[in-house]
């Protein structure tokens, strides 16, 4: 055990068991073309890893090349090799309220589970073990690069814990640092001097986690300009990987508008700005996010579950990527996000034929274009053309995935094999940086057993506190718009009511 600013931590990191090199021989990889910034599919093919980099990407599974002694080699028969996914939106510190949300409408979370009450019953080494469990979870599902918006920096120990925990999981992680104002516990002026220290830290150096800053402001009407010039400053000084914000607009308000952003001369800047949810964007956001080169970030099931819903993200997938948001109630994975989202373009396209009494004659979203967002265009809205891809330059954050399994028996396409037939229990292994993270269907985390029991002991306890606590009654209004119930499904006939209970 080791003290982190006085509470007890343990440093888990991710075992460096590999040769200098490794050579994954005979397998079909899914690898990205330059030039058409499309996908590229070598049947029988090998990749060589070099330290953290993909050095050489071979049509055959012998490389027409010298290969370093050494090298540790793979037999990928019968596997299929992807990039690892990108997720661009999600709070990973609340893995200990897993299923305890299973039918939260997004005004109870903000009630019950946000950053606005939990501050007051966590501690530092319950934000570390939530979210070193979480991100072990993530790369368990495959997920290699996530831009975590980290609402638990309430204070300096939160912080650090949090942080420490992304560097010590061996994930990639664009850590935001969130600047929010929490009645009764920290002002955003307190929180600079807790950013300068954590963007000092010297772990992250060597590690793939990197500096972000995430803000809620708000952009606009009311918008602290002092407040928003002093963080966009600090952003600037410290060069951090991405500033992200929620955007919802519409009626659930939270604008963040691009508009309100471009406004303040900040959109066109060369630090990626990623817009998560955009439910409502508009047009005129839409054309400023194109002209400036900034993303959205897509998250299909949350979007659905807390019903922000997503009625124009359709039209602009061009300049989106994929979340996740809150993994407490729903998936982990970018590949459940992706099929969802394919899904649902899908439906709503084909809703829009059958409306005029017509029917489809083509099918309007492929499983590349569903693969590209889940992989390539996170790497697009981190602005890290190293990311999210199979070349030679490229990261090695690489997945594996079990071509045996009975999913994937019989596979041809080995697309649509990964994005409409496999799950995350296909993944055999996954590298981030070069380095091991799942092996043989298994994380190989040194220590990942005590963090498993230490995160058990830890959501226990807290799960208990939120057990007590009684359900938040929803307000007449928010953000000035009524809130009503929508129409309840029964799936039992009669009288009888078939929604049933939360079982926590």
Not at 10 to 30: D, E, K, N, P, Y
Not at 213 to 234: H, Q, R, S, T, V
Not at 285 to 299: E, F, M, V, W
């Amino acid at each position: 055990m080791r003290p982190l600013n006085g509470v007890a931590i343990l440093s888990l990191f991710l075992t460096a068991v590999r040769g200098t090199s490794i050579l994954f021989r005979g397998g079909t990889i899914i690898a990205f073309n330059k030039a058409t910034q499309g996908l590229r599919v070598i049947r029988d093919g090998s990749v060589l890893v070099e330290n953290d980099r993909i050095t050489g990407v071979f049509e055959t599974a012998t490389p027409n090349t010298r290969v370093p002694t050494g090298t540790e080699v793979v037999d990928a028969t019968g596997k299929i090799i992807t990039p690892g996914f990108i997720d661009t939106h999600r709070h990973g510190w609340q893995t200990v309220f897993k299923t305890m949300a299973s039918n939260t409408t997004l005004i109870e979370f903000f009630g019950r589970y946000s950053s606005f009450v939990a501050p007051f019953f966590w501690n530092a080494t319950d934000i570390y073990d939530s979210q070193l469990a979480g991100l072990y979870e993530a790369l368990n599902a495959g997920v290699t690069s996530s831009l975590d918006h980290a609402t638990h920096t309430w204070s300096r120990d939160a912080a650090d814990a949090g942080l420490q925990a992304c560097i010590d999981s061996g994930a990639r992680v664009f850590w935001g640092f969130t600047f929010a104002n929490i009645t009764g516990l920290i002002t955003v002026e307190q929180l600079y001097p807790v950013f300068r220290d954590m963007a000092a830290k010297v772990a992250l150096a060597k590690s793939p986690t990197t500096l972000a800053i995430a803000y809620d402001g708000p952009w606009g009407p009311g918008a602290n300009i002092g407040e928003i010039n002093k963080i966009m400053a600090l952003a600037n000084q410290v060069k951090v990987s991405a500033i992200t914000t929620h955007s919802l607009q519409g009626p659930w308000g939270f604008t963040n508008s691009p508009e309100e952003i471009h406004a303040l001369g900040y959109l066109n800047i060369s630090i990626p700005i990623i817009f998560s949810h955009a439910s409502f964007l508009t047009q005129a956001g839409a054309d400023l996010l194109r002209s400036t080169n900034q993303y959205i970030s897509i998250t299909p099931e949350s979007e659905m579950h807390y019903g922000q819903g997503h009625p124009v993200s359709y039209s602009i997938q061009d300049q989106a990527s994929l979340g996740i948001d809150t993994h407490i109630t729903f998936s982990t994975d970018i590949l459940t996000q992706a099929r969802i989202w394919m899904q649902q373009t899908r439906y709503e396209r084909y809703l829009a034929v059958l409306k005029q009494n017509k029917l489809p004659g083509s099918n309007p979203m492929s499983v590349e274009q569903a693969f590209l967002l889940a992989t390539r265009h996170g790497a697009l809205a981190l602005r890290r053309d190293d990311l999210g891809a199979i070349f030679v330059g490229a990261k090695a954050d690489l997945v594996v995935w079990d071509g045996t399994a009975p999913p994937l028996l019989g596979w041809v396409d080995p697309v649509a094999a990964v994005m409409l037939h496999a799950s995350v229990g296909d993944i055999e292994a996954v590298l981030v940086d070069g380095k091991w993270a799942k092996r043989g269907g298994k994380l190989v985390g040194r220590g990942y057993p005590e963090a498993r029991a230490r995160f058990l002991r830890t959501a226990r306890r807290l799960q208990e506190v939120w057990r007590g606590m009684p359900l938040p009654v929803p307000p007449p209004d928010f953000n000035g718009n009524p809130v009503v119930d929508p129409e309840r499904v029964d799936v039992l006939r009669g009288p009888g009511n078939g929604y049933g209970n939360i079982y926590i």
